[in-house]
């Protein structure tokens, strides 16, 4: 058995966090070794924690219809997109708004050990939870509009899609006019040469 084999096992027996989170523990990740991209988000919602298909949301449908501008197809197609996130349980609702964070430990259990097994092309890191796991301390809107790398490959910030943010979405229009445009190519470029292999 290898590393990624070792890692997909310890990842769908994982239920340390059934004494933290009220509901049942359901690891969310897809993808394998070699794909294209490497996805990492927050955690999973509640929805995506009953379904068990990463960003099968409202989220998800503004992540594919709106951003990538891609099928769901060609999303859930495990040599396109590695999905993986920090936290992988629907960590609860928050008191106030939305969720509560994610939990670290499964950052540290997990996320960090696919860091080193998954080989991508590119990295996108959605949301600023997930951000502050690569850059500490930096404000969401400077990692946004910038470019940056990851072991030699290019890594892309992008805000939550979730409903939750729309007033950063409006206070940034340069994000949804210009900047993810930039990278919808950049994400087009790389399913399309894979077609054309």
Known sequence: MDDFQKLKRDLVTCDRCKDIFDNM???????????????????????????????????????????????????????????????????????????????????????KRELEIIEPEIYIVIGSYAAQYFFKDEPLENLVFNNHTYKGKPLYVLPHPSPLNRKWLKDHPLFEEVRMKEIRQVIKNILQNKKEL
């Not at 523990?25 to 995506?48: W, Y």
């Not at 197609?77 to 920090?86: A, E, L, W």
Request: with cysteine; hydrophobic share 30%.
């Open 25 to 111: 523990p359901h690891p969310i990740f897809q993808g394998q070794k070699d794909s294209l991209i490497m996805q990492i988000s927050q955690a999973p919602s509640k929805k995506v924690m009953e379904t068990g298909k990463p960003f099968n949301d409202i989220s998800g449908k503004k992540l594919l219809n709106d951003w990538y501008h891609i099928t769901r197809e060609e999303f859930d197609n495990p040599h396109h997109f590695y999905i993986t996130s920090v936290g992988r349980c629907y960590p609860g609702k928050a008191k106030t708004t939305g969720d509560n964070p994610p939990s670290v430990m499964c950052a540290d259990l997990f996320l």
